[in-house]
């Protein structure tokens, strides 16, 4: 148990320091989180469904976050190109500037850890996930 509270310490931890370090953008710590999501991705697209699986988030709250981002012409919807039911999601020219430098804020942060750190608290996350 003691673990999970210290990756619960890590997670507030680093949400604050990157809302900080971004306060710029004027970004939600969900927003940031969804942005660095889609520019992570090889294609930068993801369905609304997948988005929502990597960001843990439910779905009411994944639309008013997707919402928010449109609105701010960081992200655009459109149909799924073989499944008329599905939406997908892609960051615009705008959103994947942002999220690049959202990526590079976060890679950033990872450089202060050790090699070994970073391969020791990946492979136990991915143990967790499982």
């Known amino acids: 148990m003691v ?3 210290e990756l619960q310490r890590a997670t507030h931890a680093t949400l604050h320091h990157l809302t900080a370090h971004l306060a710029d953008l004027g970004l939600s710590p969900s927003e940031l989180n969804a942005l660095a999501n889609l520019g992570a991705r090889a294609d930068a ?3 609304v469904s997948e988005l929502g699986a990597a960001i843990g988030g439910r779905p009411t709250t994944l639309t008013g976050i997707l919402d ?3 609105q701010r012409g960081l ?3 459109e149909p799924h190109p ?3 039911r599905t939406v997908v ?3 615009t020219a705008e959103g994947a ?3 690049a430098r959202i990526l590079d804020a976060m890679a950033q942060l990872e450089r202060r850890l050790t090699p070994e750190a970073v391969e020791a608290v990946s ?3 991915r143990e967790l996930s499982r």
């Open 3 to 5: 673990l999970l509270l």
């Open 89 to 91: 999601v892609r960051p």
């Open 68 to 70: 928010r981002l449109e």
């Open 45 to 47: 697209v993801a369905t």
């Open 75 to 77: 992200l655009a919807r």
């Open 123 to 125: 492979a136990a996350l």
């Open 97 to 99: 500037r942002v999220a």
């Open 82 to 84: 073989r499944d008329r």
